[in-house]
């Protein structure tokens, strides 16, 4: 699928494989659920021109390890999320974080006291309920779909990843979005992750967005059927000083399906 990540930060629950690229001020990309770094290519080729551009699989998605029994709760990505910035000697960096992306940028700075200069957050994961019903579905009975035998197993996922865009998402594209998650390897860890979501992550900081001290931009798919508009609307009374946008003709997945608007959206905002 031509997006490697040749950088490898050794975390407290797995291997990270991370990449930077572009010269300027730091503008860290985070992604969500079920996805990886991959979908912020387009994105991160755009910011680059102008800002070092920093993306990284979560461990437990993507390129980064994944293990029987491994951490891959919110909790843990925040505290990973914190050993990078620090990693990568960063101060006040730009935050653009997707989804789940969103939930640990959100706690990343309430909980683990990271600054930023910037956050956007896109069609975040911040305010409950949280999740697909299907989402729900393998929550509760995680050890039941990760018995699929693997070609039930694809279909699944190939199927529910497409419910995330609202345009027809290029047959490479999808590709690339569901590789990560089969083989020996990646159908344990699709479910891994699933049944590890947890409420009670958004519950402990939701009340208290609005102690973020740095411009905020929430940016939501108009056609989003995974997180609706009302999510974006609550997150938006949670931050009072922030700026609500709309993304046209956008699901869930706003890079697939509308990348040239929120390209544009995060340009102008990063450049107030």
């Known amino acids: 699928m031509g997006w490697e990540l040749p950088e490898r930060y050794e975390s407290a629950h797995g291997t990270v494989r991370w990449a930077s690229s572009g010269q300027g001020e730091p503008v860290v990309l985070n992604h969500g659920t079920p996805f990886s770094s991959y979908v912020w290519r387009d ?43 620090r990693h990568w000697g960063l101060r006040a960096p730009s935050v653009v974080a997707h989804d789940f992306g969103g939930a640990v940028a959100l706690r990343t700075a309430l909980l683990s006291g990271v600054g930023y200069r910037k956050l956007a957050l896109v069609d975040a994961v911040s305010v409950r309920p949280w999740g697909s019903e299907f989402f729900r579905l393998v929550n509760a009975h995680s050890e039941v779909f990760a018995a699929l035998p693997p070609l039930l197993h694809e279909a699944l996922v190939r199927r529910y990843i497409r419910t995330a865009a609202h345009r027809e998402l290029r047959g490479g594209v999808l590709d690339g979005l569901v590789a990560p998650w089969l083989g020996e390897t990646g159908q344990p860890a699709f479910y891994r992750q699933i ?13 208290r967005y609005a102690e973020l001290d740095c411009p905020v931009l929430i940016a939501w798919g108009d056609q989003d059927q995974w997180l609706p508009a009302d999510r974006a609307h609550q997150l938006a009374e949670r931050i009072p000083h922030a700026e609500l946008a709309w993304i046209d003709q956008s699901g869930h ?5 509308n990348p040239a608007q929120l390209a544009a959206l995060l340009t102008d905002f990063l450049a107030r």
């Open 253 to 257: 997945l706003v890079q697939e399906d």
């Open 195 to 207: 049944a590890q979501a947890d409420e009670r992550h958004t519950r402990e900081v939701e009340d």
């Open 43 to 85: 994105i991160a080729a755009v910011l680059s021109s102008r800002y070092q551009v920093f993306v990284w699989d979560m461990p437990g998605y993507g390129q980064s390890a994944k293990r029987e029994g491994q951490d891959v709760s919110l909790a843990a990505q925040q505290e990973v999320f914190a050993e990078l910035v």
